[in-house]
């Protein structure tokens, strides 16, 4: 028997839970390079470059730096947003008149997905900002663009509260929203169209296609994200890098700075690690919701 919606509802957000954290164990390094590439396009030849150079000025350390709030954030983000995911579902079948146990489609899932982005963002906005910074830290005080750094999660977090207030926390929340909506749509749809495909040629249920098959289809959805919102996260990388400078200017008007100033290539600075990580981290954080979830869903079999 289907379980009653609240425990639905926990099942998923606990899954998302599980999810999230694999993605960031299996990808932190990757992610602390994108952030740095992205707030300092000029300092970094490359990929290698940015990740060498921080190991010989940091050590190991310095590839890890934020891997606290980027557990939380990823934990946060993944919970809403799958626990958010099947009730979006829930929502569509509802608004297309189909009975609750219908099956939906790969673009209807997406929409799904897409909508359910909107509350991730709430709780992925705050915690991400404090990641971003500690990522960048080192950079900007080498550069000279503060005075002192913060390299914990609490002295960043006193910072901003003492500094912005509560306010402060959901800077970069509209390019979030605007990365996270179109982003989350390519996402699920990718992951689902490739379950599908999967499927198909093996003549099984989506939920039996295996382990490899569903990594590679999370990896998939991972990069199809990626390159189609990548200006947008370099966007919300550097808003939420810079205003630890003070007030920071809008999407829009930094989004325009940099096309302008540095170049259209500066939007997609850091793209390279970001599309290594994909694979493997979106790989993991499916894999991850995909087995938890059954597990939990099989002790309602009836």
């Not at 914990?152 to 509260?161: G, L």
């Not at 999967?198 to 990069?223: H, N, Q």
């Not at 400078?245 to 390279?272: C, D, H, N, P």
């Amino acid at each position: 028997m289907a379980p009653h919606p609240v425990v639905q509802a926990v099942i998923d957000l606990s899954a998302g839970a599980i999810g999230g954290a694999a993605c960031v164990f299996s990808g932190q390094p990757l992610d602390t390079a994108k952030v740095k590439m992205q707030t300092f396009p000029n300092m970094y030849r490359g990929f290698i470059h940015c990740v060498t150079s921080t190991y010989k000025q940091v050590g190991l350390r310095g590839l890890y730096q934020g891997t606290s709030p980027a557990l939380m954030a990823n934990i946060a983000e993944n919970s809403v947003l799958f626990m958010s995911y099947g009730f979006c579902q829930q929502v569509i079948r509802f608004t297309a008149g189909l009975p609750n146990e219908a099956v939906l489609s790969d673009v209807q899932k997406a929409c799904a997905g897409s909508i359910a982005s909107i509350f991730s963002s709430l709780v992925l906005c705050p915690t991400e900002l404090v990641k971003c910074r500690l990522q960048a830290m080192y950079e900007m005080e080498a550069s000279g663009k503060i005075a002192k750094s913060h390299n914990t999660v609490w002295s960043v977090m006193r910072s901003i509260m003492s500094a912005e207030g509560p306010r402060g926390f959901f800077q970069g929340l509209t390019p979030t929203i605007a990365r996270e909506v179109p982003g989350y749509f390519c996402f699920f749809g990718a992951y689902e169209l490739c379950r599908t495909t999967f499927a198909d040629y093996m003549k099984c249920e989506k939920d039996d296609i295996g382990v490899l098959p569903i990594m590679f289809s999370g990896g998939l959805g991972g990069a199809c994200l990626w390159l189609v919102v990548y200006p947008m996260d370099c966007v919300k990388s550097r808003i939420q890098v810079m205003s630890m400078m003070g007030k920071q200017a809008g999407f829009f008007k930094t989004f325009m700075t940099i096309a302008r100033t540095e170049g259209v290539r500066a939007l997609y600075s850091g793209l390279t690690p970001t599309m290594v990580r994909t694979f493997p981290a979106n790989g993991a954080l499916f894999l991850g919701y995909e087995a938890s979830r059954k597990l939990m869903m099989k002790q309602f079999d009836s």
